[in-house]
Structures are given as C-alpha cells and as structure tokens.
C-alpha cells in the first residue's frame, strides 16, 4: 500500500509569515510530486510539481524535495488570509496517490 | 483554454438507483482520469484512460462501477446500483504528457453523490 502522509492540521500562521507544510511517502521509486490546493467545496487545484532533488521556486512558494528522506514540502512565503484552504500533496506513482491534506489558516 | 468540467455537480439518488457522472476533459489531453474523495478519507484513484482505452482500472471498487470513454473525448462513469458507500466527491482529471515534464493533472470540480 503506497501512502502519503501529511499532518491534518490545522496549521495557523499569522500574515505574513512563512506558512511550512510537509509530506512523507513511502514508495520509495515515486518520481514525481505535487502539491494541490484546495478550497472548501471546490476542486483541487495545482500549484506546484516537483520531480528532482532540491528546491523549486516559483513566486511565493518554494518546493523542496528529499528523495533519500522521502519528504516533499512546501513554503508559502508572505502568507496571505487567501492562502486559507486545505493543502493536497499528492505522489505520482502510477496514478496520483493523495495524502489527506493539511489544512491551512493565515490569520490577518 | 476551458478546464476540465464535470456534470452534475451534485446527484442525490436512492439507494438500488443507477446514475451517470460525466467528465469533459482539457480539450486534447489524452489521458483522463476518476478518482473519488469519501468522507474523512483521502482523494483515491478509480481509473485512467488513454484516448478511449482503460490504462488501468484497478481502482475501481467493484463491478457495480462502469466507466466509458467513447471516442476518445468526454467520459463516463456509471453506478448501478448504487449503495451507500458509494456517496462521496468523484472528480475527474487530465493531463498530456510532454516529454521531461511530470504529468500534470488537472482536476474538474467534482461531482458530489450523496445515495440515501
């Protein structure tokens, strides 16, 4: 069974802040990883992929892989109160495996 | 560029009731995907398609579950009957793969079922 694991949350940053989230898989061969957001009620909606080691920027929000860890996590840089909603990391095995999210509130 | 779209957004059906979920994908990603999101739990994958053929359908829960893709285009995804367990979120997604770059799903906004 291939699983991905995030911590539910809910996690509370102030505005501002750096918001953290992170994600351990467990199938070791997975080569490519994704973080969705998702609103209340809406579709998940996505924000970043990754698929080498290291970091990957793109505007307020950092990627960053560690393959020998197996951990992916994501910075949201100068969190936003619309940043509020529920953080999907997903790991492509064959199909897209999910862990259950992590949800997140920035507060003004 | 339209996304991905679902149609109904939400269905609530009977129990011993049959019903059919569709699914229209980015318009020239081949690949098209089920999943489905029960209540507390994780979004999970039903199946995928290429074009019109089913990749893989290892997801599906039992064979009370019908999934179409004719001509390549929209999709379908049919319950008869339908059981309670069976009520959650269905959403659908696709990609096209470019050489380098992961397959990037892109997910429609769902299809709430709730069976009573």
């Known amino acids: 069974q291939k699983e991905v694991e995030q911590n539910s949350g809910p996690l509370s940053v102030p505005e501002g802040a750096i918001a953290s989230l992170n994600c351990t898989y467990s199938?070791?061969?997975?080569?490519?990883f994704f973080w969705y957001r998702q609103y209340s009620g809406k579709s998940p909606e996505l924000i970043m992929s990754?698929?080498?080691?290291g970091d990957k920027e793109d505007g307020r929000f950092t990627a960053q892989l560690n393959k020998a860890s197996q951990y992916v996590s994501l910075l949201i840089r100068d969190s936003q109160p619309s940043d509020s909603a529920t953080y999907l990391c997903?790991?492509?095995?064959?199909?897209?495996?999910f862990g259950k999210g992590t949800s997140l509130l920035v507060t003004p | 560029e339209a996304g991905v779209t679902q149609f109904p957004s939400h269905s609530v059906i009977e129990k011993g009731q049959t019903v059919t979920l569709r699914c229209d994908p980015i318009?020239?990603?081949?690949?098209l995907y089920w999943y489905r999101r029960v209540m507390g739990k994780e979004i999970k994958f039903l199946l995928h398609?290429?074009?019109?053929?089913?990749?893989?359908e290892s997801g599906m829960p039992n064979n009370r579950f019908l999934a179409e893709r004719t001509g390549g285009t929209y999709s379908t995804l049919k319950v008869q009957p339908a059981e309670l367990e069976d009520s959650g979120v269905y959403f659908c997604?696709?990609?096209?793969?470019?050489?380098?770059?992961?397959?990037?799903?892109?997910f429609g906004p769902g299809t709430r079922l709730t069976v009573t």
């Open positions: 997604a696709s990609s096209q793969p470019m050489q380098g770059i992961p397959y990037e799903q892109y």
């Open positions: 398609f290429v074009k019109e053929s089913k990749q893989d």
């Open positions: 997903a790991v492509e095995g064959y199909a897209l495996n």
């Open positions: 318009s020239g990603h081949d690949n």
């Open positions: 199938d070791r061969v997975s080569q490519s």
């Open positions: 990754i698929y080498s080691n």
